[in-house]
């Protein structure tokens, strides 16, 4: 018998795409995406207040407690990993739990069969298709304890208690909405030479690595739930720049903050969601930062005690070294 492996599909050799029509492209989608920013914004900014999680209601479980929370999150940020999907996915895989447990009751042996079902329907929604496990690779990570149907039960009965209105800012929106205004690489302006354009630099690649650590470390804790999606983005951004060592992040909310002290008709105007950048609910000066501050409080936290599942996942990315160093 011939040894079957799980996961994404093997990759066959193909000629590789050119480097120079790449970086066209993506410079090409800068300017055309900026036309469409403001509905982005907008679309973002009702997505974030639709799919938001009152987490008083999941403290009513009577079977599912807070303390079995990083043993599923562990479960799942491997998953995610071994299946190789996008970071978009698991946030909003544990939107989808989050969401699920605030209007039904889970019971504990389900709750592994949530979480499995919910990152299935997420990489149905984020992912191509060929990076979509089947039933049988989410039941052999699940050591075949449920029956293949029950995957296919606990989906639709998922779907119908989310009204099947699956969409959801996710932290991966917030942080790239928070690249593009702050702009670290000064790629926006749109004059750099294209060959630049290919992909992020290793300015963006770096913050984003440490950001994404940072937002992977808020699925653990209840208490980052009773934030906006959006502020603890723009926070983990933050303290990734800090981290990093980089400026651009403070930069960028002095700059923001200027701009919002010196409208002095603000309030008789509503502003374009846009110009508040990764603030999609919009940036209302000190009120804002304190809450920054607050979640950048929690986030102290939690780095203290890291799960050892994201400090495998991360220490190859050098991302340990650079935290442990500040």
Known sequence: HSRKSYGPPRRHMCKPYSAKLEAIENYKNKIISAEYLDTISAHYKSL??????????????????????????????????SLKLKPQTLFLCWNIIDRYCARRIAFKQHYQLIGCTALWIASKYED?????????????????????????????????????????????????????????????????????????TPTVSAILAVSRYLCELTLYDRVYLTFPTSTIGIS????????????????????????AAYDSDAENTEPKVHEQGPFISGFNGMDSITQVREIALHLFRSMLDPSEVLIDKYSSLGVMTVVKRF
């Not at 933050?238 to 701009?259: H, P």
Request: one cysteine or more; hydrophobic letters at 40%; glycine letters at 4%.
């Open 236 to 259: 983990c951004f933050l303290m990734a720049c800090s981290i990093l060592n980089m400026d651009v992040g403070s930069t960028y909310i002095r700059e923001t903050d200027d701009d």
């Open 128 to 200: 191509k298709k060929s990076r979509v496990p089947t039933v049988k690779e989410l039941n052999t990570m699940c050591s075949n304890v449920y029956d293949d149907s029950m995957f296919r039960e606990m989906e639709i009965h998922i779907l119908s208690t989310l009204n099947w209105s699956i969409g959801h800012t996710t932290l991966e929106d917030i942080l790239q909405l928070a690249v593009k205004f702050s702009d670290p690489d000064g790629k926006e302006l749109l004059d750099k030479p294209i060959d630049l354009y290919k992909g992020n």
């Open 48 to 81: 974030e207040s639709e799919s938001a999680v009152n987490p008083a209601m999941i403290d009513l479980q009577p079977e599912v407690k807070w303390f079995m929370r990083p043993y599923l999150v562990n479960f799942i940020v491997q998953m995610h990993s």
